[in-house]
């Protein structure tokens, strides 16, 4: 899926992807979109290939779209009477109007993220982190093996403090400590993410039917989640985990999801069995629209800024528990990863030398610093979903 | 009225489970609704107007009694002819801030029924008829509003699409509920007569919801009024007779304070002071008649001991809830 991460095709598709968003901000004299829609194309696609070009050529050239179009050929702005206008649409004008105002969502979009300060601080602070882990090994290389020649005349260890050579000192066996920052969050932002994205989706669909079935559904499920709150959850993760023994991180972010869901389910029910009593739901069963209509265009989009905090938090919680996890001993990830970088600096005694302080200091910032990325972030979730924020055409 | 009633309430109760307390908010209504009537719900706050405007939009079930839409139950039709009976009754809500929802543009609240129930062909059309609609409630140009969010609409403008949105479904019968309590005074009288238009040129039936009755009075001058008080209708009848003749004590008291166009009217008004200004609790409704610990013509023995039913009193053209004056008596103020 990502063999074209971060390579010179990836580049190649970014660049062709670019090129339409480019040319169409050209045509129109849309240059500032035009080039912001090239270069966000560029990125993604030299980021995740096909994965990142496609969908953003999609969404930069509805961007482009949105300030070229200009409501003028609509019909609906027309003063004259019925008779004399005409209704008719070419698919192609109604692709148009559909991109145009996909473009006025995600404008309004980045708006509602550059609203709030903290919020976009916390968005750079995320996007660094996905930048060093996606760009970071292709300036830097990854040490895995013991460097016996880096030793310095006259040391016992091959432990070093900072230096202009290794910004963060080398660790126990030498190795650069900044080379293992850049390569050992990958495992477990995915890991704690892939936890995330299961945890909400159980409790998502486990909280709306128990809010809308209600009854025996509802008390079954509850009846559930009461079960797994009650007992305590790192204790019953770390039985699991030694129990299992688990070999791939993908089955921890299962065990993770299976164990966090039921918080967020609760928060899922209560916010639905609220929303379901609104007007407008109301309305649309007088309108008979159905209960698919009334999930997904009338409930669900009122909850997305919901579900994405709690996503968020989810992530958060999840990425404590593995690192807690980690520091046990208990965990199947392996090096390059920052818990296990904070269980070896401990055992090898860098928390007791000046030496190593760098050494033990640098994951837990590093783990601390995204966590509060993903914290600051939360705040402008709510302004990028809240529709109310929105402009028509 | 002869003819066969859209909605019939027969001894229709309904309840409501609170916190383990059994709260009855409706009590032994019987109530028709006739194709293109207007009919005036009014009634203080609490007093059950809003239920039973869901009862008879087949919002809500009846807890006791019978409810018939075209002269069958709701159980006795089949899937399709129970979607098509709901879509025949429409709700405009109060508020119309909550009734649209702010993920939507007007365009798509509008269009999604015309959809789903295939009332158009083809995009074309759709978008003809969204305009039509758009124009009939007095938006236009259609331009400026069908790609707008409601939060970008004033409280009459999204009034005025929530009575669209009712009209894309070609309904028989519209309930109001409280439909210009929330807009300003203004635009009210616009929205009302823009509802009689509506009335007139869809033939509908317009169950329009109160507590204000000097409101009722002008929007169903030539329909009829039903007066509720704590769940029971205690008066109904067409809004002349009723107006100029009102028997219920409790429809004399709200009559009293109603304020005349002519200021020289108003002034010769007799108010007529209640015994007490506070409305029992529907946990707690007094024995009898609901209203005897404030009717101020109040006769111990008679009114707190049996339950009046509706019944045409003599010397009046309406029905009405009260024994003395179903049994002919005269009324007499309390306590001479
Ligand atoms: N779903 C419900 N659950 C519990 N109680 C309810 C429910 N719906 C209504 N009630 C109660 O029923 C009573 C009557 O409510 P209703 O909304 O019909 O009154 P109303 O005449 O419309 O009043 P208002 O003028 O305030 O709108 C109120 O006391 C209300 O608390
Ligand atoms: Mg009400």
Redesign the pocket.
Known sequence: MFETVATTTGLIIGFFCGLLPLGLGIKYQQIKPGIIGFVACLLSGFACGMWGGVPMIILSTSVVVSYIYVNRQDPFTSRQSLDEVDFEESTQEYIVRQMASLGRTIRAMSRGLLRNKGGFIGFLGIMFFVVMTVFGPLVIEYEGDIQMDRRQPGATTLLQPPSWEYPLGLDWWGRDIVSHIVYGGQNLIITSIQAGVMSTLIAVTLGSLAALLGGLVDQLISALSNFILTIPQFPLLLVLASILEFDNSFMLAVLLAVLSWPALMRAVRAQVLSLKERDYVEAAITLDLGLYHIIMREIFPNMISYIAINFIFAVRAAMYAIVGLVLLGMSPLTEPDWGIMIWNSRTQGAFYSAKGITWALAPIVAIALFQLSLILFTRSLEEIFNPRLRKGL | MSQQPLVELHGVYRS???ERVR?P??QDIHLNVYPNEVLC?V????????????IIASLLDASEGEVLYNGRRMAEYDRKERSLIRRQMQLVH?DPFASLNPAHTIGQILGYPLKRHKMVNGRAELRRRIWELLTLVDLTPPGDIVNKFPHQLSGGQRQRVSIARALTVNPKLIVA??AVSMVDVSIRIGILKMLHNLRDMFNLAIVF?T?DLALAKYFAWEGRIAV?YL?RIVEIGRTQDIIANPAHPYTRALLSAVPEADPNLTRKKQPIPLRSDEIPR?TAIPPGCAFHPRCPFYQPGVCDVSVPRLAQAPGYAQDTACIPLTTGEQLVPYGT
Do not use: A, N, W, Y
């Open positions: 409501f489970e609170k709260i908010v409706l719900l009634g203080e706050s609490g007093c059950g107007k809003t239920t039973t405007g869901k109060q509920d409280e919801i507590h509720m769940g529907l």
